[in-house]
């Protein structure tokens, strides 16, 4: 183990740090480059959805498995592995003659990104003295979290002044530092697990999600009666549904079924499900609509939620004595619903009114309720399950909000009406309102979940994660 004021201490926090940060600009920052790309390349709708999702259905899909090759071939191993797989995959999308290629790289990208997620934090929490870890990792959220806020902005900047192609070079200098610390990082060997990976279930994770994802985005260009679409859909929801019986016969599942025998558990991880699913697309759908709708540069629109990170910095360190003197459940659910007030508001947003009508109340809103939500809403799903089962219900949970992410961000251009689209600025005109109040009523659905099914307890047994929205989002 290393101390965290020595010099092997502060490089394994700046490693750890940048690797989120690649990630974070991997999943999100490209949303304000989404109609840069599209008119560069001659994009159709479906094909942006695929440049978004493309990253996200292999995060979430191989997010478990890489967990236990962490386990078995060292985190600090597979963390590098998993940035030299992100390193190619943006060289490659920077330099992509067409979108299909470009889909194809992000694809890449996201399985890079499933080796970074698990092995990054779980390295420093593993690597650093028992006394010097909740210090490291606060840290590597304070800093991390700053990158989130900032790093919208960033993006939108490159778009407007030089190409959207930078935007996939910006974490090029991120991961060879990244790479350079892990140098200084030692390898501490705290008993490596058998190798158990769960193919079946990985397989049928990936060809699920895909299919379900495919069957949604293309459905609203081609129709959803036409057979790929169908045979997609089928093939999906079949992958699915075979998971849960598979994983049950398996001696080392990668999803474990008994997990999910606790009522509390499946309610929060449902409600993540909706949540963060909800602010995965609405990001998505807000940035659009200051690009398209509102005149906004691609910087503008990056600079427009910053605010909601502004807010929610100031409001999350005290949601944790909170939460420990009335219990997770009305935090959790109130912050859900003051998060669908934001989003109600934002539904309003449209030419001709001022950033401080059509946006900034909106996105204080947003802020406020994510700063109340998120720790209990961490600190519930711990409160479910055993004190042995806390890291795989952590494990379980993320990837939820990376699912919810996938799904929601992909219903997308059926929302709005996009069907035979070749861009959406017609339909962000017609439905930007109705697709923003359906997604405030999808938050508002979790906010009730919430509060039928999480016990009003006090959860002071367990921890809470100093960021779990990081947790949640930044990979």
């Known amino acids: 183990m290393i101390a965290l004021r020595g010099p092997a201490g502060r490089a394994l926090i700046a490693a750890t740090v940048l690797a989120s940060a690649v990630g974070f600009i991997d999943a999100y920052m490209i949303n304000v480059?989404?109609?840069?790309?599209?008119?560069?390349?001659?994009?159709?709708?479906?094909?942006?959805?695929?440049?978004?999702?493309?990253?996200?259905?292999?995060?979430a899909s191989l997010l478990l498995?890489?967990?236990?090759?962490?386990?078995?071939?060292?985190?600090?191993?597979?963390?590098?592995?998993?940035?030299?797989?992100?390193?190619?995959?943006?060289?490659?999308c920077a330099a992509a003659p067409n979108v299909g290629t470009l889909i194809a790289a992000r694809v890449v990208q996201g399985a890079g990104g499933a080796l970074v997620v698990p092995s990054s934090l779980a390295l420093l929490n593993g690597t650093l003295r028992g006394p010097d870890r909740a210090r490291g990792i606060g840290i590597w959220a304070g800093v991390s979290t700053l990158g989130t806020t900032l790093g919208p902005?960033?993006?939108?900047?490159?778009?407007?002044?030089?190409?959207?192609?930078?935007?996939?070079?910006l974490n090029v200098p991120l991961i060879l530092a990244a790479l350079v610390l892990l140098r200084l990082v030692p390898d501490v060997d705290t008993g490596r697990?058998?190798?158990?990976?769960?193919?079946?279930?990985?397989?049928?994770?990936?060809?699920?999600?895909?299919?379900?994802?495919?069957?949604?985005?293309?459905?609203?260009?081609?129709?959803?009666?036409?057979?790929?679409?169908?045979?997609?859909?089928?093939?999906?929801?079949?992958?699915?549904?075979?998971?849960?019986?598979?994983?049950?016969?398996?001696?080392?599942?990668?999803?474990?079924?008994?997990?999910?025998?606790s009522r509390p558990f499946d309610a929060i991880n449902a409600a993540t499900v909706l949540f963060y699913g909800a602010l995965g697309a609405v990001s998505y759908l807000v940035i659009l609509q200051c690009q398209l709708q509102l005149g906004y540069s691609a910087t503008e629109a990056g600079a427009a939620l910053i605010p909601e990170s502004a807010?929610?910095?100031?409001?999350?360190?005290?949601?944790?004595?909170?939460?420990?003197?009335?219990?997770?459940?009305?935090?959790?659910?109130?912050?859900?619903?003051?998060v669908a007030a934001g989003f109600a508001w934002l539904s309003a947003a449209s030419p001709g009114q001022p950033y401080t009508?059509?946006?900034?109340?909106?996105?204080?809103?947003?802020?406020?309720?994510l700063g109340l939500a998120v720790a209990p809403l961490t600190a519930g799903v711990l409160a479910a399950v055993d004190d042995g089962d806390l890291g795989e219900a952590s494990a379980v949970n993320d990837a939820a909000s990376r699912v919810g992410g996938v799904v929601l961000v992909a219903l997308?251009?059926?929302?709005?009406?996009?069907?035979?689209?070749?861009?959406?600025?017609?339909?962000?005109?017609?439905?930007?309102?109705?697709?923003?109040?359906?997604?405030?009523g999808v938050t508002a659905t979790a906010a009730v979940l919430t509060a039928v099914f999480v016990p009003s307890r006090r959860a002071t047994q367990q921890p809470l994660a100093p960021n779990p929205r990081l947790q949640a989002c930044a990979v």
């Open 193 to 261: 697990r058998p190798l158990s990976v769960d193919v079946a279930g990985a397989l049928l994770a990936v060809a699920g999600l895909g299919g379900v994802i495919y069957a949604l985005t293309a459905g609203a260009e081609r129709g959803w009666a036409s057979g790929p679409v169908l045979a997609s859909a089928v093939l999906g929801v079949a992958c699915l549904a075979a998971l849960v019986p598979v994983e049950r016969r398996l001696p080392r599942p990668m999803l474990r079924p008994e997990l999910f025998r």
């Open 412 to 440: 997308v251009p059926l929302l709005l009406g996009a069907r035979g689209a070749t861009d959406l600025t017609r339909p962000l005109a017609d439905n930007y309102q109705f697709a923003m109040l359906v997604l405030a």
């Open 65 to 92: 498995l890489s967990g236990a090759l962490a386990d078995h071939f060292g985190r600090r191993r597979v963390l590098a592995a998993g940035l030299l797989v992100m390193l190619a995959a943006s060289l490659a």
């Open 311 to 338: 807010v929610f910095l100031l409001v999350s360190p005290f949601v944790g004595g909170l939460v420990a003197r009335v219990g997770t459940r009305w935090p959790m659910a109130g912050g859900i619903l003051i």
């Open 153 to 169: 902005y960033g993006g939108g900047w490159l778009v407007d002044h030089a190409s959207w192609r930078y935007v996939f070079l």
């Open 357 to 369: 009508q059509a946006i900034l109340p909106g996105a204080l809103l947003f802020g406020l309720g």
């Open 33 to 59: 480059a989404i109609p840069a790309i599209g008119e560069d390349l001659g994009a159709s709708v479906s094909e942006l959805q695929w440049v978004l999702t493309g990253y996200l259905v292999t995060v």
